[in-house]
């Protein structure tokens, strides 16, 4: 008999499809997201392999000129929503935000591919090809600078990890005197206990605004924003993407591209030690206004097994931070260092652990032959939803939900990756 759970997931990645596109959860995010819509494709696989290719259609049909992919498609205006399409001002051929998010199509067009037995969907994927190199080469264009070879957000919700202390030194930096008053949505749907401060939301709407008064020129926006920030997450995923977009090149033949993208991997390769901080012997990341690190190990660091970069010595010293973080948290992983005075357990990513996060570490550590790792942060991942449901995000210590409840993408992980089916699956494909 399929565990309920399956039949859970399924429904609530049905009620929250909105027609081709699924939104991250009703009422907090009634929106399509970029990085959402990506990751829940793999969980419409399990059970509808075509609905999993429409999921990224439909963000791509948001994709401007310049081929920048938005971490917001408004196809409709929702007013429990802030800031929504009116603030933005931004989109082409439909109002979207003006900023992206971490770029982990490629790895999820190319695992759909390259798991499906059905030539159409294949085809369909391999079809997204230029699309996603055309958002490849948009990264490079802006946001991989000479000399730093990271790639770098001009905004904190770029980075998915919308509250991370990672931000805080570099954000100070914003001007929010200007910043047109404004009502939050958010805490009418989750305990402000839970969501970044009025502080923070000064500095992210002050950003838009920049963003905004500049035409979404993204020029501008690299070279005189007032936040840019060499970011792990995003440098990690982006450097992962890469190498999977490769591949999908090689089945299509274009060696040219091949070509483009091996130099792309190239110069994130040297991003990532550009990010390496020696004084606390970790990945983090690093203002580029300033050249400061942040100084903070967070979940963020641990993706650079997915990424596969890190030298021996690298990887020892972040292996001495996992035995240090693990022993201490009850849940793998943390969002941010539990033994950091900015840890707050249920605050968002300051503490909360969040399943996607967990899945791109799990499948990076068990590529990497650390499968300790990837065996505790599979199990503990299970057992957060066994226990307490498909939360947007957990506290790392007593289990409990933190934010939105029916979260798209966390149903998406159980479905494809944390039910037991889907871990017979993976062992019969090893
Ligand atoms: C929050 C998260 C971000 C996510 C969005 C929708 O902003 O920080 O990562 O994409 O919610 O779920």
Same mark, same amino acid.
């Given at each position: ?76 205006? #929702? ?6 399409? #009116? ?46 190199? *055309? ?49 939050? &949505? ?5 305990? *402000? *206990? ?19 008064? =500049?035409?979404?020129? +993204? ?35 274009? =060696? ?47 993706? @650079? ?34 033994? #950091?005075?900015? @840890? ?17 570490? *799990? &499948? ?15 199990? #503990? ?6 226990? +307490? ?12 939900? =933190? ?28």
């Amino acid at each position: 008999m399929p565990d309920n759970l399956d039949q859970k997931a399924r429904e609530i990645l049905r009620a929250n499809d909105k027609g081709g596109f699924t939104i991250p959860t009703a009422g907090l995010y009634p929106y399509q997201w970029n990085w959402d819509s990506v990751l829940v494709a793999l969980g419409f696989a399990t059970f509808d392999e075509a609905r999993a290719c429409a999921e990224i259609e439909t963000l791509f049909e948001a994709q401007w000129e310049d081929g920048l992919v938005p971490h917001i498609v408004f196809r409709r205006n #929702d007013p429990d929503y802030f800031p929504g399409p #009116d603030v933005w001002q931004a989109g082409e051929s439909m109002p979207t935000s003006g900023i992206t998010q971490p770029p982990v199509a490629a790895t999820v067009v190319h695992e759909l591919w390259s798991r499906s037995d059905d030539s159409a969907i294949k085809v369909r994927m391999l079809a997204l090809f230029p699309k996603l190199l *055309a958002w490849h080469r948009w990264f490079h264009r802006y946001r991989v600078p000479d000399g730093v070879g990271a790639a770098v957000i001009t905004h904190p919700w770029e980075s998915g990890r919308d509250n991370s202390p990672e931000w805080d030194h570099p954000a100070s930096a914003v001007d929010v005197s200007g910043v047109t008053p404004y009502e939050r &949505r958010d805490l009418q749907h989750a305990d *402000a *206990a839970m969501r970044p401060t009025k502080l923070d939301y000064d500095r992210y709407i002050a950003m838009v605004e920049f963003g905004r008064n =500049t035409g979404w020129d +993204h020029e501008a926006i690299a070279t005189r924003g007032p936040f840019r920030v060499a970011d792990v997450g995003m440098t990690m995923i982006l450097l992962r993407a890469s190498r999977d977009l490769m591949r999908l090149a090689e089945e299509l033949g274009d =060696t040219e591209a091949m070509a483009e993208l091996q130099g792309y991997v190239n110069q994130l390769e040297q991003g990532a030690d550009y990010l390496w901080d020696d004084s606390i012997q970790a990945y983090c990341s690093r203002d580029v206004i300033t050249g400061r690190h942040s100084g903070y190990i967070t979940s963020g660091s641990f993706l @650079f097994a997915y990424a596969g970069v890190g030298s021996a010595t690298q990887r020892a010293a972040m292996s001495r931070h996992w035995d240090r973080i693990s022993a201490s948290c009850r849940y793998m992983c943390p969002s941010h260092d539990p033994d #950091d005075v900015l @840890f707050d357990a249920d605050r968002y990513w300051r503490g909360p652990v969040w399943l996607v996060v967990n899945y791109m570490l *799990a &499948r990076g550590f068990s590529e990497s032959g650390l499968d300790d790792w990837a065996r505790r942060i599979t199990e #503990d991942s299970r057992e957060l939803i066994r226990e +307490h449901g498909f939360y947007e995000a957990f506290n790392p210590q007593a289990g409990t939900g =933190t934010g939105g409840e029916e979260f798209s993408w966390t149903a998406a992980m159980w479905l494809a990756w944390l039910r037991p089916a889907a871990e017979k699956a993976r062992e019969l494909a090893s």
